[in-house]
């Protein structure tokens, strides 16, 4: 009876016996298969999660690009320096409460002490500048996806400033680290300044645009070439591992094992060096012609390449000031100064061209058909028209176009302008065509358009009256235009009437020498050329302004050299006027702006330049000279010696209708009568 009772128990344990033997089944398949799919599905993904413990991924800067003059000058390079980082968040080892279990390797924030001990290191400028490198640790650090990543905190250290550091290393932690990196140089300083531009800090807005091709505490280019250039200038960069401990220190002999599981290195790729086409020597003759005036700018261009040979702004900053912190006292001063240095005059600003502008005048008074350019106007110094003078600058008697360019005659213009042989649609067709009105395509430092008004323009700002049409046929009144635009206009009338486009970049190379990019003249097709019998007569006219005894710069003609060009006194607003005093003795704010445009060798020009002096009074005067200065520099250095005619010594420089003929026989060139050949 009790066997059979058992022999029923037994029965009745079967079920459960095989149901755990069905769980036990699954639970070993799911193991099985857990298993599976971590060495082998996923196997080769936790292997790299591995090797991220003993594996540290260092960046390796790549040199930026240098930036040279057309003679092979350095305008921006490199120096060695030292770039300090810090791991907001970094890895650290957390005892265990219970002393049979390890440490445990966890994430920590830095604490406000280890940062402060770390800024006590460094040499600040300034409250701001402490506070700066405080705040932008302790808002990584609170980032818990990036504040895992070393981040550069300070560029540039200095000798002391590292060695600091270093003496604290062991005091301070793994979160500090000092890396090789390199810092820009530029050696020609203040002189280039807003060529070259300067390298700062990526902003957060940068970052954000970048779409993770930068990283924090990144250099780029800010203005200049630096910024208009940065992808071919940055160069990629390139990586390199080492083996570490748990603590993240680098391990001095690592197994052979760990040594074979480094990714491969990557070399970083130097970015490609630029080749500009300003000439240094000249550049520094541009610059050493404003001595004693505080503001202007000049440019100097070949005018039949557009090909930039000079381009000052003055003044500047030196642009190596940007690779350190600023003192906030330093940056505020020059953002008060009335000079303004941090504006590029060749192209950031726009004036008024004054009489510069009469050439564009002229070529639109001769597309009317009923223009006489021989018909003479009597200027007895102004003319009435709306209830008020407009004046000139003294009593010319009857002058017709010719003369009116050479002494720049006001009332001649305003004349034809209230005969509306010179409207405002008449004006600003021409002007457009000329290249004002818009950017030269430079692009550069956010170059700005200028103004060219209209009717509709005037009518929308409420200020239209016949009135500006006069202002507007002198230069004045509501048309401003850049010195580059002056530049490329006066370039045009020298080439036969086509308007360049402007190029700085002669060439990019790789850091092996090889050619990446060559710039080629770009003549404007979307404008139409200057008639060459209008250019001519204009042409002729410009020689008069500077060899002509009447002409407005015929005290500043050079004894060898036949130039063209046209002087221009702008006259400054009503609201400068009422704000205006005297900043320093040199710096009068009630004298007008002084210009002055010219190309030569006047039959075969090489050079055209355009001058500016802000309040610089009379052009003939204060801008005059500085053209001149660049003139003679540049045409005194030519190996040609057909390119620029020489007047032999006591010679009168030519009339208006005479040209100069190079190779005349034992006493040199000769006085020759003009053909009708386009200069």
Same mark, same amino acid.
């Not at 250290?157 to 090789?180: F, K, M, N």
């Given at each position: ?33 857990? #298993? ?7 196997? &080769? ?26 003679g ?33 390797g ?33 808002e990584?650090?609170?980032d ?32 500090? &680290? ?14 280039v ?26 250099? !780029? ?22 083996? !570490? ?46 001595e ?9 261009? &070949? ?6 040979l ?15 912190p ?74 017709? #176009? ?26 600003e ?9 818009e950017?030269?395509?430079l692009?550069?430092n ?15 700002e409420?200020t ?26 006066? $370039? ?10 402007p ?12 050619l ?11 404008? &139409? ?20 005894? #009447? ?7 050079l ?13 400054v ?46 052009? $003939?005067?204060?801008a ?18 057909? $390119? ?17 003929? $190079?190779?005349?026989?034992?006493r ?5 009568? #003009? ?5």
């Open positions: 009876m009790s066997n059979l009772q058992r022999s029923e128990d037994l029965r009745a344990l079967v079920p459960r016996l095989q149901a755990m033997s069905v769980v036990a089944t699954l639970i070993f398949v799911a193991l099985l298969g857990r #298993l599976c799919q971590l060495q082998i599905l996923e196997g &080769e993904h936790y292997t790299r999660r591995a090797e991220r413990n003993f594996i540290d991924e260092v960046v390796v800067e790549a040199p930026r690009g240098r930036i040279f003059s057309s092979g000058d350095l305008l921006a390079t490199n120096r060695p320096a030292y770039t300090l980082y810090v791991t907001p968040r970094p890895r650290v080892q957390i005892e265990s409460e219970d002393p049979n279990k390890p440490p445990v966890a994430r920590v924030p830095l604490e406000d002490g280890q940062i402060d001990e770390l800024a006590g290191l460094i040499d600040f400028v300034d409250e701001a500048d402490h506070d700066a490198f405080v705040d932008k640790i302790r990584r650090r609170g818990e996806k990036n504040g895992i990543y070393a981040l550069a905190v300070r560029s540039n250290l200095s000798w002391q400033e590292y060695a600091r550091i270093e003496t604290r290393r062991e005091a301070l932690g793994e979160w500090v &680290e000092i890396r090789e990196s390199a810092r820009r140089f530029y050696p020609r300083s203040e002189l300044a807003f060529l070259t531009g300067y390298v700062g800090e990526i902003t957060p807005d940068g970052l954000a645009q970048a779409a993770g091709a930068y990283r924090p505490g990144d250099r !780029v280019g800010k203005t200049g070439i630096e910024r208009q250039w940065e992808n071919y200038l940055r160069g990629r960069l390139g990586r390199r591992s080492r083996v !570490v401990d748990v603590h993240g220190r680098a391990v001095a002999d690592p197994p052979a094992d760990a040594l074979a599981a480094l990714p491969l290195e990557e070399s970083p790729i130097p970015g490609q060096d630029i080749h500009l086409t300003i000439d240094l020597e000249l550049q520094q003759v541009a610059a050493n012609a404003f004693g005036k505080p503001a202007g700018a000049v440019v100097a261009l &070949e005018p039949q390449t557009g090909r930039i000079a381009m000052v702004s003055v003044p500047a900053i030196d642009p190596n000031r940007w690779q350190q600023i003192p906030q006292e330093a940056y505020r001063e020059w953002a008060e100064s009335p000079f303004k240095p941090f504006i590029d005059r060749t192209v950031q600003e726009h004036f008024f061209p004054g009489s510069t502008y009469k050439v564009v005048s002229s070529l639109a008074a001769l597309d009317d058909p009923t223009f006489d350019p021989e018909r003479e106007i009597v200027c007895d110094g102004y003319v009435k028209y709306g209830g008020r003078k407009f004046k000139c600058t003294h009593k010319h008697g009857p002058v017709n #176009l010719h003369q009116a360019i050479v002494q720049s005659c006001n009332v001649y213009f305003y004349t034809l302008a209230m005969e509306d042989v010179l409207s405002l649609e008449r004006q067709i021409f002007a457009r065509r000329t290249g004002l009105g950017r030269t395509g692009g550069i956010s170059e700005t358009k200028g103004r060219i008004p209209t009717e509709a323009f005037e009518a929308r409420g239209y009256q016949r009135g500006v049409q006069l202002n507007s046929a002198i230069g004045q009144g509501n048309v401003t235009a850049t010195v580059l635009q002056i530049a490329v206009l006066y $370039a045009a009338i020298a080439n036969g009437g086509q308007v360049m486009t190029f700085l970049v002669d060439r990019i190379e790789t850091h092996d020498r090889k990446v990019f060559a710039s080629t003249p770009q003549v404007r097709r979307d404008l &139409e050329a200057i008639v060459n019998a209008d250019r001519q007569r204009i042409h002729q006219a410009l020689i008069g302004v500077v060899n002509d005894p #009447l002409g407005t710069a015929y005290s500043e003609r004894p060898n050299i036949t130039v063209a060009g046209k002087t221009g006194t702008a006259q607003g009503a609201a400068e006027r009422r704000q205006a005093g005297i900043v320093r003795p040199e710096w009068d704010t009630t004298k007008d702006h002084a210009w002055f445009a010219a190309y030569a060798p006047a039959e075969r020009p090489r050079i055209a330049v355009a001058a500016f002096v802000e309040h610089g009074g009379v052009g $003939a005067d204060a005059a000279p500085i053209a001149m200065k660049v003139i003679e520099h540049y045409l005194s250095r030519t190996d040609d010696p057909s $390119a620029a005619p020489i007047r032999p010594a006591g010679e009168p420089p030519p009339l208006p209708g005479q040209r100069l003929d $190079a190779g005349a026989g034992p040199g060139p000769r006085l020759g009568q #003009l053909g009708g050949k386009s200069p």
